[in-house]
């Protein structure tokens, strides 16, 4: 009995010895530490080779695991009230920033990151923390290739992991300077503000400290200059974001990309008041745009216009790599660039509205509009280029809605009302427009892809400035006669000059069908066989090719055109189009009509496409694809209703392209053996004919004459072999623009045989099985 009660008392005597031992370590280890600075007199040596390193761990250790043996939590332990008591943080910041020994900043960011990482108690509540973490954070992040760089955004992480745990703490973190002036009258090491209880008094000293820890860290004071107190900071002094921001520039991009990943952590937890102070008291939103605009400059000035468009899928946790392949000159700025900005992007989606629309008017400001206009408005043909196809890679990567929609009123203005045909551009996208018809092909090209890509934005005042203010209304259509009931009361298309003979008698078919709709509609149906045939065939039978070879039909476009379309159906559901036509009254009198400059830029585009280089053409008809496909009745009945009834004076894309028909019907006949060289153009286009053999044709051989192979595709029209002697292709422009028509009508019909089901545009067709449409 008395054996096991004296085993007791032993137990109860080794639980407090523990205790008594930790302090007099940990005193004894930091006693270590400011000896050696009294003693030494190698400056030389570096302090990973000293003793510092490892009393720092056992000060790290001692502190742990006092803390796990506290009985009551909360509650901060003799050690950790000796650290709080005796600043001992800010003598080592002191330390660090003397860099005494060499490499002594170094160690000292891992004794702040693993303290603060491991000890729970919350000890940036404390001045006497929270003020040596902002003279730490002023020591780095400001240079960049910093040797400290990996232990610095070691430390801004930790930071930002106990500011996600405790949002509260952003505000004092983000004060910085202000707070600690605020505070300096009291010598003494206070707590800031803590709602959480059990948190002692620090000023009252620990009775079991021992005055020899204090001796020596005053005898170490003695020995390094006194650390002067620095003045308040006003607005843009947050040393924690410039610290950020500054190693987001790291050339190290794993360091660049923690510290980009703790930019967007604290953005994302601000409350109210921190966001609002993160963007009038801070230099967040000014230093992020600030290095956009860096970057942007630091662009060279003969980027390839080609080479920036390749430029896709850059983002900024895995930017582009140069690669030996398709490496360019300019393309790692190039890349760093667009990184930086898919980086902004993601900001601006991830941030608190106050941040987020601050920095979104920021980006504008700087860079659309100080830098970027500017250059889109120069009279230099390069910098129109570069500068245009710089916005059509910014565009591609846009996603948060606040940013474009501060882009869409860069380009567009605020102001939705129609223009007339004779005002001049007030925004810049009127001087975009008028790039789109400019003397030089490249920059129309340019320009036209910029449009292509803003049409593929989901910002409905997009589509309404450049085409619907213009429609409401339905000011094209005739009035004072009431509307068909049906399309065979339109048009009689065997009246027209330009189509043959029995052309509507043959009757379209098409060889694939798409899944039955809920309720089926005969005369529904019947009409959208007209409206594709009426495309189909608005290319005379002489100026087509694609039924000499395979896979060149129009079923190949309809499986193309049903994706697009439901994908920009579910872009502009939110928009809450209406599902049919307004209602057209007979008596309300007409008033002039004019399609707006985008448009009637198009128009005029298309009807030179007989003129136009082969790569303009791709590019005005993939536009025109673009507007046919949204479902809006406004723009279904305009672009893609063959039979809509014009008022005078007033054109549609079909008026247009019958007109671009019935020149070519002129043409045709100035062209010799125009079938044959048609066909051999199209091959040439499709790289079924070799580079070298596309000007020049020998002699001899029928079956070699124009590219055809015997037995294989028809007898060209003419088979005499005086035409097959060596030709040069003179009318190189006008064949290619022949393909294009005919590719351009079949993809139209697609377009319209997807949006016209029996039941209306906006009939949401089910899945087509797989291998069907």
């Known amino acids: 009995m008395l054996s096991r009660l004296g085993a007791l008392l032993q137990e109860a005597m080794g639980a407090r010895e523990p205790s008594i031992d930790l302090l007099e370590a940990f005193v004894e280890h930091w006693k270590g530490i400011t000896n050696y600075y009294i003693e030494s007199t190698d400056e030389n040596t570096p302090a990973k080779k000293t003793d510092i390193p490892w009393r720092l761990k056992q000060m790290l250790d001692i502190l742990v695991y006092e803390e796990k043996q506290q009985a009551a939590a909360g509650e901060a332990g003799p050690c950790l ?32 990151s693993k303290v603060l990482a491991q000890v729970q108690h919350p000890l940036l509540h404390y001045l006497s923390v929270h003020r040596p973490v902002q003279k730490l954070l002023r020591l780095g992040g400001t240079v960049p290739g910093s040797l400290t760089e990996k232990e610095e955004v070691q430390f801004t992480t930790v930071l930002c992991s106990k500011i996600q745990q405790d949002p509260a703490l952003l505000t004092y973190i983000l004060e910085g300077r202000k707070t600690v ?30 005055d020899r820890g204090a001796r020596g860290a005053r005898a170490l004071s003695t020995q390094l200059p006194a650390e002067t107190e620095e003045p308040d ?103 760093a660039f667009l990184g930086w900005f898919d980086y902004c992007d993601h900001l601006i989606t991830e941030a608190h509205t106050v941040v987020s629309e601050a920095l979104a008017k920021s980006v504008a400001e700087k860079l659309f509009v100080e830098i970027l206009q500017p250059q889109l408005l120069h009279v230099s043909e390069q910098s129109i280029l570069t500068s245009t196809a710089l916005l059509t890679a910014m565009l591609r990567q846009l996603r948060s809605p606040a940013l474009l929609r501060e882009a869409v009123a860069f380009l567009l203005g605020t102001d939705q009302q129609p223009a007339a045909p004779e005002d001049s551009p007030h925004t810049l996208g009127g001087h975009l427009v008028r ?64 189509f043959t003979d029995g052309f509507l008698d043959s009757g379209f078919q098409p060889s694939m069908k798409p899944p039955p709709a809920p309720v089926t509609n005969p005369d529904g149906k019947t009409a959208v066989t007209e409206i594709v045939n009426s495309f189909l065939c608005l290319v005379p039978e002489e100026a087509k090719t694609s039924a000499f070879l395979e896979e060149t039909g129009y079923d190949t476009y309809v499986h193309d ?76 009945e305009y672009l893609l ?123 949401r067709l089910s899945e087509p099985p797989e291998g069907h449409v």
């Open 81 to 112: 009230e000796y650290l709080l008591q005796h600043k001992i943080l800010e003598t080592l910041c002191t330390l660090g920033k003397a860099e005494y020994p060499p490499g002594m900043r170094q160690q000292v960011l891992q004794f702040f």
């Open 233 to 335: 900071g006003g607005p843009g002094e947050s040393t924690l974001i410039t610290s950020l921001i500054g190693l987001c520039k790291s050339k190290r991009a794993r360091v660049a990309l923690k510290a980009q990943e703790n930019l967007l952590l604290l953005v994302s937890v601000a409350s109210q008041a921190a966001a609002t102070y993160l963007v009038q008291s801070s230099p967040c939103c000014p230093a992020i745009v600030e290095h956009l605009c860096q970057l942007y400059q630091s662009l060279p000035s003969f980027l390839d216009p080609a080479d920036i468009a390749t430029s896709e899928g850059i983002s900024w946790r895995l930017p582009s790599a140069p690669s030996d392949e398709a490496s360019f000159p300019g393309k790692e700025t190039l890349a």
């Open 641 to 763: 209703d063959p039979y809509i009834n014009l008022a005078p004076g007033c054109r549609s894309l079909f008026s247009v392209l019958v007109r671009v028909i019935g020149d070519l019907m002129q043409r045709i006949q100035r062209v010799p053996q125009f079938p044959g060289k048609l066909l051999l153009v199209r091959r040439q286009l499709m790289g079924q004919v070799p580079g070298e053999q596309q000007r020049w044709l020998p002699p001899g051989d029928p079956s070699q004459t124009l590219g055809y192979h015997a037995g294989t595709l028809p007898t060209p029209p003419s088979r005499d072999p005086r035409h097959a002697v060596s030709f040069r292709l003179d009318h190189q422009t006008l064949l290619q623009g022949v393909v294009v028509l005919e590719e351009f009508c079949k993809e139209l019909a697609a377009i319209a045989f997807v949006k016209f089901p029996p039941h209306g545009p906006h009939l």
């Open 561 to 636: 055109a049903y994706g697009l379309f439901q994908e920009c159906s579910s872009r502009v559901a939110p928009w809450g189009w209406p599902p049919a036509l307004p209602p057209l009254d007979p008596h309300e009198p007409e008033r002039p009509f004019f399609e707006g400059h985008f448009l009637r830029m198009l128009f005029d585009r298309i009807s030179r496409i007989l003129e136009q280089p082969y790569s303009l053409n791709l590019q005005v008809t993939s536009v025109l694809s673009r507007l046919a496909l949204f479902p809006h009745p406004l723009i279904h």
């Open 435 to 498: 790039h789109c018809d400019h003397l030089s092909d490249e920059i129309s090209i340019a320009t036209l892809r910029l449009f292509e890509e803003l049409l593929q934005k989901p910002h409905e005042q997009i589509i309404h400035s450049l085409i619907l203010c213009h429609l409401e209304g339905r000011p094209y259509v005739a009035r004072g006669s009431p509307e068909p009931e049906s399309y065979e009361d339109t048009l009689d298309l065997e009246e027209d000059p330009y």
């Open 181 to 210: 002036g605020r505070k300096e009258a009291s010598r003494e090491a206070t707590a800031l503000p803590r709602e959480a209880a059990g948190v002692k008094n620090e000023e009252q000293p620990h009775s079991k400290a021992p």
